[in-house]
């Protein structure tokens, strides 16, 4: 059967997310459904998707699929169910349950955008299933109390780089922040309410989010504040670069910027090399508990959609289970 010629439109550029995930031009069956499909498939990402993250890991994931398919040499009418569900059962043998679920949404949700957007006259990727995972346990790494403090302890007082470095761990730790809540701060989101000092959240899916700061956050944050000199300044980033020489920037941390700390602290205080950013919200959840807190709460605190998902955080049955293990006495 005949193709009919690709035409190429020169005048859609990738946007900047789709550069940085290996697309340095539009999938070449997008574009030969002439410009309409080419602006509709820009905005998929640009302006459907709100969150930096997740549109960078769409764009990967499409990205993908697209060169998986053009492999193939298909072009996007001849794309079908089971076409979807070829490539979903191949990553199956090369990703985990999780990462295959995310490519088969990034997948539907891009067709269903070309759908509504008169591209295309179905979703082919709306029938297919993926992978069943149910876990019940998160694999995020968890530290004891102790271990906790004992990081937080190894870091130096007298430093701009260790005041900046035990402030941010600390704002992890004790209000469950992630790591792009915390770096996205500004000065003005660590605020006084009344007699207490407070945090202002910027979650992820747009949540403004305040929760009370523990008193032994306060402190961390006022002596960093002190010695960086940026109070003053309100709509400036609270966790910034340093250059050598304890040299303040008005750069923001990213979450780069932190993993790599987050490394090189943990190694320092003798804990695991699988610590990473995500442990410490993992830590403070876990050690509320054990101290009493209840599940409710911490769903709170964590600003999450469903307790479910802060039990996955909760390692508080981990040693009654071992303790339970230990008395198969053979």
Not at 259 to 268: D, N
Request: net charge positive; glycine share 6%; charged share 25%.
């Amino acid at each position: 059967m005949s193709r009919e010629p690709i035409i190429l439109s020169e005048t859609i550029e990738p946007p900047p997310t789709l550069v940085h995930a290996g697309m340095g031009a539009l999938p070449s069956s997008i574009l030969s459904r002439g410009e309409r499909a080419g602006r509709r498939f820009v905005e998929f990402f640009t302006a459907n998707i709100r969150n930096r993250n997740t549109r960078l890991a769409y764009a990967r994931a499409v990205k993908q699929f697209f060169d998986w398919t053009e492999a193939q040499n298909l072009r996007l009418d001849d794309i079908e169910p089971v076409t979807v569900a070829a490539y979903v059962e191949q990553l199956g043998a090369e990703m985990a349950k999780p990462s295959i679920k995310q490519h088969l949404a990034a997948i539907r949700q891009l067709f269903d955008y070309l759908v509504t957007g008169g591209i295309l006259p179905s979703n082919p990727a709306g029938s297919v299933r993926g992978p069943k995972y149910v876990v019940k346990r998160g694999k995020t790494p968890v530290l004891a109390a102790e271990e906790a403090r004992q990081l937080l302890d190894a870091i130096e007082s007298d430093t701009l780089i260790g005041l900046r470095d035990r402030a941010l761990v600390g704002v992890m730790v004790y209000s469950f922040a992630r790591v792009s809540a915390a770096v996205a701060m500004r000065v003005e989101d660590y605020f006084q309410q009344g007699k207490r000092a407070w945090l202002r959240l910027h979650e992820k899916g747009g949540k403004r989010h305040e929760v009370p700061c523990h008193h032994r956050l306060e402190e961390y944050l006022d002596a960093w504040l002190h010695a960086a000199a940026i109070a003053g300044d309100k709509k400036g980033r609270l966790f910034r670069a340093i250059r050598k020489g304890d040299k303040l920037t008005e750069n923001p941390m990213d979450r780069a910027d932190v993993l790599r700390m987050i490394k090189r602290r943990a190694a320092e205080a003798a804990l695991p090399y699988s610590t990473c950013c995500h442990t410490f919200r993992a830590t403070g959840i876990t050690a509320y508990l054990q101290n009493g807190g209840t599940l409710e709460h911490a769903q709170q605190i964590a600003a999450h959609e469903s307790p479910r998902t802060t039990k996955l955080y909760d390692r508080t049955q981990d040693e009654i289970s071992l303790d339970e293990v230990e008395r198969i006495r053979i």
